[in-house]
C-alpha cells in the first residue's frame, strides 16, 4: 500500500486488486495508439494475427477485414486447435469485437 494513497476520513487505504497486468507488461511487443482517431476514424479492422510463431491472413492492399479463414480454421483441425481457440476467446473477452459480414 502506498502511504501517499490514504483516504484519512474513511481508513481506506489504496490497494491492488489484481497484479496479473504486470506479469503481461513484459510480454508486449508493440503497442498501436491513435488516441484522436485522427488516422483510423475510431474504426480497427482485424487483419492479422499470430498465434505460436504462426501468422493467419495476408495483407492485401484495398481489402477489408481478415482473410485468413480458411487457414485459421485448417490449422484448428491439424492440431492447434487449442491455441487457436485460447486466443479467439482472449480476443473475444478481453477486447470489444463487433463482428460484421458484408451481405
Given at each position: 500500500n502506498d502511504v501517499n494513497m490514504y483516504w484519512k476520513e474513511m481508513e481506506f487505504p489504496a490497494g491492488v486488486r489484481s497484479s496479473n497486468l504486470c506479469q503481461e507488461l513484459g510480454q508486449i511487443n508493440y503497442i498501436f495508439s491513435d488516441k484522436t482517431g485522427t488516422l483510423t476514424q475510431n474504426v480497427m479492422e482485424l487483419k492479422?494475427?499470430?498465434i505460436q510463431g504462426v501468422a493467419y491472413g495476408k495483407l492485401i492492399n484495398n481489402q477489408n477485414g481478415f482473410n485468413g479463414g480458411e487457414e485459421l480454421n485448417a490449422a484448428r483441425k491439424s492440431g492447434r486447435k487449442e491455441a487457436i481457440d485460447r486466443f479467439l476467446e482472449v480476443l473475444?473477452?478481453?477486447?470489444t469485437a463487433v463482428v460484421s459480414k458484408d451481405d
Open positions: 492479422r494475427i499470430w473475444a473477452v478481453a477486447h
